[in-house]
């Protein structure tokens, strides 16, 4: 009797689960690209571009950025969990149902190439695929991927094509001990600039920018 009560028991939480997962599926709200772009238009273009390729280097590409990803960082901007002067007014002047259209809208556009930087590239790529040994660091591609594309069900961002200056900024402020979020990654992003030298951000973000490989 005691077996088959915790049989029974097991499948329970298994289906109280499988439940769980079913309830915040529903939840989720689905975008539509269509909506979004008209949202893009009025709010996010003027930094990021009309396709989420953004011209000027200090602010992030989002074309072909994961819609998830997009997702979480607008409601974290809202939440407060991520500060920034320009984003937190921006994201709290959007709806959830704003949120996901706009995450749509770019999660569905072309990350346009960037230029190759040949003087940092050998030193940037080395790190990239087999990152710094000498320091227990693994190489950025274990979470990016190969390519740059991350990792839409981990929240792993696609990076490929990014801009140099905006990669510099960010590693540069996680070397500096600045992180934000409560993403999954948040602590690990962390620790990875910290172990990284000026030089070697600098190279690294050079060959982020030439990746043009492309979702």
Partial sequence: ???LWRAGLVVLAVGVASMAQAAQAADKLVG???AGQSEVMMVCAACHGADGNSTNPQYPKLAGQHADYIEHQLESFQKGRRTNSIMSGMAAMLTQQQIADVAAYFSQ???APGPVDTDQVALGKSIYEN???AVGLPGCQSCHGPKGLGN???LV????????QYVVQVLTGWHNG???GDGPHAKLALSVGQKLTVAQIHAIAAYVQGLNAVR
């Fill in 1 to 3: 009797m005691s077996h």
């Fill in 32 to 34: 539509n690209a269509a």
């Fill in 109 to 111: 556009q072309k990350t």
């Fill in 131 to 133: 990152g710094v040994p």
């Fill in 152 to 154: 839409a069900a981990k």
């Fill in 157 to 164: 961002p696609h990076i490929a094509g990014q801009h140099a």
């Fill in 178 to 180: 600045q992180a934000w």
